[in-house]
T-cell receptor
Framework: GQQLNQSPQSMFIQEGEDVSMNCTSS?????WLWYKQEPGEGPVLLIA?????ELTSNGRLTAQFGITRKDSFLNISASIPSDVGIYFC?????????????FGTGTSLTVIP | DAGVTQSPTHLIKTRGQQVTLRCSPK?????VSWYQQALGQGPQFIFQ???????QRGNFPDRFSGHQFPNYSSELNVNALLLGDSALYLC???????????????FGPGTRLTVL
């Protein structure tokens, strides 16, 4: 199946700092989604991207669809304690005829007050 | 407007048993996908149901089967449970917007399955 490499694997940051994480694929994707998952819960959709080069914001979160269509980036500005969780990228390959998404391995974020 | 709901929340089974998990999609959605999430991993696609048929399947054995009902709700069945089937099983719903087009998937809270 498709491989999505997500980095970094984990981050420990001070409250107020900015965060950046990224996801790369081995093939071209036509959709990128970013999710946040907290312990014992399902992933919650943060941002959806549909076009190469697209830059979309959701509050303090900003995500970009890479122009090569093989990567995506998520930035969180001025982090706060409630940003703690695991962030997953998910992508749908261009060749996909259904609606299957492949997920990255996640970035675990810890915010130190 | 209810989101995606799943039942039960937790389940404990023994090896060799069979299990059925249930999912109700978000209002207005017609497509249900099932994922398995092992501890410390990202969700892995099991299969997707649309118009009461399995449309796409991931790399999972035939022990994993499903069903979609006319009201778009869905069930995931796993037969002959193995210890390795212990995981969080997630259901995601979406609205089909056309061939080769994608739409956001919204997840339920999951069912935690433990196989002893």
């Amino acid at each position: 199946g498709q491989q999505l490499n997500q980095s970094p694997q984990s981050m420990f940051i001070q409250e107020g700092e900015d965060v950046s994480m990224n996801c790369t694929s081995s093939s071209i994707f036509n959709t990128w989604l970013w999710y946040k998952q907290e312990p014992g819960e399902g992933p919650v959709l943060l941002i959806a991207l549909y076009k190469a080069g697209e830059l979309t914001s959701n509050g303090r979160l900003t995500a970009q669809f890479g122009i090569t269509r093989k990567d995506s980036f998520l930035n969180i500005s001025a982090s706060i304690p409630s940003d703690v969780g695991i962030y997953f990228c998910a992508g749908q390959p261009l060749s996909n005829t259904g609606n299957q998404f492949y997920f990255g391995t996640g970035t675990s974020l810890t915010v130190i007050p | 407007d209810a989101g995606v709901t799943q039942s039960p929340t937790h389940l404990i089974k023994t090896r060799g048993q069979q299990v059925t998990l249930r999912c109700s999609p978000k209002s207005g959605h017609d497509t249900v996908s099932w994922y398995q999430q092992a501890l410390g991993q990202g969700p892995q696609f099991i299969f997707q149901y649309y118009e009461e048929e399995e449309r796409q399947r991931g790399n999972f054995p035939d022990r994993f089967s499903g069903h979609q009902f006319p009201n778009y709700s869905s069930e995931l069945n796993v037969n002959a449970l193995l210890l390795g089937d212990s995981a969080l099983y997630l259901c995601a719903s979406s609205l089909d917007i056309g061939p080769s087009l994608s739409n956001e998937q919204f997840f339920g809270p999951g069912t935690r399955l433990t196989v002893l």
